[in-house]
DNA sequence: GCCGTTTTCGGCCCGACTGTTTTCAGTCG
């Protein structure tokens, strides 16, 4: 709704409250078929009269409301696809849907080149240039990226930059620094004396790997990134056989090799550079609430700085900025407003702009608290790694302990290890624990599996070979078939996997596979 | 369309870049 509105040309305060509720709905953990029948929908914070009826009825009749269905109906599917062609929103498909009857990415590319566009009032021969490009731009591979290829573009694109001579650093912000599961773009904040902007701005479009620039400002640089830009041939992360069939095989990995990244560049002196690293992070919507914040307390905040409205008056941006109180650091900023410091996984707008202001934010977890994992694989099964290097690695990360549960021999596509294989690997690791005792050296493996969870909710391997185990991991493979039943069996055939005496671990419990796969249906809270 | 411990009306984040314009609209971050 909140696109189809931007087309017809909607308030945009209207269109935001539909976005909100979309995102607020797609992030809620509540069970809404519950909140819909005890009337409160309203009490979602975003969700008001008007979209709470619209669910409620839809929840209830199965319908959106009328006036929705008729917008949705009268829109050209067309209009909605134009919208992702980089430059283009929905301004000037309306103006050019009104003007010209484009209705579609096909009519868009016959008005450009016949002339038409350029002749409208708002357009001109580059703009009608600019849209014959954009639509070409369409046919590349540039899809959302996991965030483990995210970073390693990320930090092969912030490491080229920070070593430009007067970058003095150069931090990696956006859903990157956010830790989302999948990243958009990249967005880099560098930090650089005034006198070297231009230099540096120069020597960063000269980088290897800059497939092509979509803008370059005094402050803000836009560019297309390929593979070039890492030091050594690109190379995937290692996944899974099943999670790798999943999400495209061969096919995915050759498009990979040839796809590119977006990525933002934003330049800025370094006594400004913290208010550009927190905006920059984001969210877009953390960002609106810390503003707002900013707002209640009569201050201005920008990527610039944190302004006192009295002093920043007329002054705009940087001018302003010199007004600004002082932070060195983005915990500084978050002072300022009376703010516990946000770290940036939650700076979604999910609440945590008002848990920080009562001091109640959680303590997350993080990479120096972990002291060891159970779900790991070896080349016994599909690893790439032997026991002897994975416990290698453990141990230089400086973990107290790893558990090894390569696949069971159901996991055909994963090269599940048999039984006799899976004991024999067992001895290999008593023996190295052994020795690693006798040495006084604090570090241990656990011998595990990680189960294949079968028809009718039973384990893969015999009681008594899981019973030689220090754990199991029992999890779902055979997605296909739980896809394609209900909730009901699922979630029961869950619970008697879990009630197996064996069991110590239930593996990725949703069955999703991130960008290949929804999960099949299961009551989770059940499950927990 | 949503929201509110000053408010049920009148706000709703703020700025860079481009292309068109002679002062700004559209798009994007
Ligand atoms: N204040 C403000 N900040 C914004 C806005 N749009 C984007 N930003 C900031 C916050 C974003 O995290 C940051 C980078 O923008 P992106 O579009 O790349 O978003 P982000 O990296 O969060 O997600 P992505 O995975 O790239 O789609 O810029 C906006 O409308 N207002
Ligand atoms: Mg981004
Ligand atoms: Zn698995």
């Given at each position: ?84 062609i980089p430059g283009l929103g929905p301004k000037r498909i309306r103006m050019m849907h009104d003007a010209l009857g484009v209705t579609s990415i096909e009519d868009l590319r016959t008005a450009c080149e016949s002339g038409q566009v350029a002749e409208l009032k708002g357009f001109g021969a580059k703009s009608q240039t600019k849209l014959l490009d954009g639509i070409d731009l369409l046919a590349r591979f540039r899809s959302r990226r996991r965030l483990d290829v995210g970073l390693m573009y990320g930090e092969a694109f912030q490491s080229r930059v920070a070593t430009i001579d007067g970058v ?361």
């Amino acid at each position: 709704m909140g696109v189809l509105l931007e087309l017809a040309d909607a308030n945009v305060f209207r269109i935001r409250s539909y976005q909100n509720g979309s995102r607020t709905l797609g992030t809620l953990t509540d069970d809404l078929w519950e909140l819909v029948q005890t009337g409160r929908l309203v009490e979602i914070k975003g969700i008001g009269k008007g979209l709470a009826s619209a669910i409620d009825q839809a929840m209830r009749d199965g319908a959106w409301p009328k006036d929705w269905v008729e917008l949705h109906e009268n829109t050209p599917p067309g209009m909605l696809e134009m919208l992702d062609i980089p430059g283009l929103g929905p301004k000037r498909i309306r103006m050019m849907h009104d003007a010209l009857g484009v209705t579609s990415i096909e009519d868009l590319r016959t008005a450009c080149e016949s002339g038409q566009v350029a002749e409208l009032k708002g357009f001109g021969a580059k703009s009608q240039t600019k849209l014959l490009d954009g639509i070409d731009l369409l046919a590349r591979f540039r899809s959302r990226r996991r965030l483990d290829v995210g970073l390693m573009y990320g930090e092969a694109f912030q490491s080229r930059v920070a070593t430009i001579d007067g970058v003095l650093h150069a931090t990696l912000a956006g859903s990157a620094r956010r830790r989302r599961e999948t990243i958009g773009d990249l967005d880099l904040v560098v930090a650089v004396e005034e006198e070297n902007h231009s230099a540096v701005a120069e020597a960063i479009l000269a980088l290897p790997g800059i497939a092509d620039v979509k803008g370059a400002g005094s402050s803000k640089i836009s560019l297309i990134l390929d593979t070039e830009i890492f030091d050594d041939a690109f190379a995937l992360p290692h996944l899974d056989a099943n999670v790798l069939d999943a999400i495209g095989g061969a096919e995915y990995e050759s498009m990979e090799a040839g796809g590119t990244i977006d990525a933002q560049v934003r330049l800025v002196p370094p006594h400004v550079a913290p208010f550009t690293l927190a905006y920059f992070t984001g969210s877009k919507e953390h960002n609106i609430a810390m503003r707002q914040r900013a707002i209640d307390l009569g201050l201005r905040l920008n990527e610039f700085g944190l302004i006192p409205e009295a002093l920043a008056g007329d002054l705009k941006g940087m001018d302003a900025a010199v007004h600004s109180l002082k932070a060195s650091s983005e915990a500084e900023i978050y002072a300022h407003l009376g703010l516990a410091y946000v770290p940036p996984e939650l700076r979604e707008d999910m609440g945590e702009v008002v848990a920080a202001l009562e001091q109640r934010l959680p303590d997350l977890l993080d990479s120096t608290m972990v002291r060891g994992s159970l779900h790991n694989h070896t080349n016994l099964s599909d690893g790439e790694a032997s026991l002897e290097v994975m416990a290698d690695a453990a141990q230089r990360m400086g973990w107290s302990w790893l558990g090894v549960a390569d696949h069971s021999p159901t996991l055909v596509i994963a090269n599940g290890a048999s039984a006799e294989d899976l004991l024999a690997q067992g001895a290999t690791l008593r023996s190295a624990n052994q020795e690693w005792a006798t040495q006084g050296k604090e570090f241990r493996l656990f011998h595990g599996v990680e189960s294949d969870i079968l028809e009718d909710g039973r384990l893969d391997h015999p009681d008594e070979v899981l019973n030689e185990l220090d754990y199991v991991v029992a999890s779902v493979h055979a997605l296909g078939r739980w896809r394609g039943r209900d909730e009901q069996t699922n979630t029961e055939e869950l619970l008697k996997a879990i009630d197996h005496p064996a069991t110590t671990v239930l593996g990725h419990p949703t069955g999703r596979i991130l960008q290949g796969r929804d999960g099949y249906e299961v009551d989770l809270m059940a499950v927990l």
